[in-house]
């Protein structure tokens, strides 16, 4: 099994950056995928960007503001949010997809880190 941490939310201002850190722990070499997903409060969860053997793939409303990248020596994703909105305002989630089954679960979620944009 897979254990996610997320840190690195805080309180910001519009138009400001911040960066938001994943660490996995456990069973991280049967790892294919890694994301970023958030949810807005009365809102579905939705995708923010995934990364996987080199290619990444964002949201629309991110792209060419946000930017993931992936540390495999430190078993590490970071999400580099910049030119932040009001409506980023969201709790952001690591998630990570595997190559194997444990107790028939592939897929593990962090537990959330929150960030808010001030207008």
């Known amino acids: 099994q897979v254990q996610l941490v997320e840190s690195g939310g805080d309180l910001v201002q519009a138009g400001g950056s911040l960066r938001l850190s994943c660490a996995a722990r456990?069973?991280?070499?049967?790892?294919?995928?890694m994301g970023w997903y958030r949810q807005a409060p009365g809102k579905q969860r939705e995708l923010v960007a995934v990364?996987?053997?080199?290619?990444?793939n964002y949201s629309e409303s991110v792209k060419g503001r946000f930017t993931i990248s992936r540390d495999a020596a430190k078993n590490t994703v970071y999400l580099q949010m910049t030119s932040l909105r009001p409506e980023d305002t969201a709790i952001y989630y690591c998630?990570?997809?595997?190559?194997?089954?444990?107790?028939?679960?592939?897929?593990?979620w962090g537990r959330g880190t929150q960030v808010t944009v001030s207008s």
């Open positions: 456990g069973n991280t070499f049967s790892i294919n995928t």
């Open positions: 998630n990570a997809v595997l190559s194997r089954y444990y107790y028939n679960v592939n897929e593990f």
């Open positions: 990364i996987s053997s080199g290619s990444t």
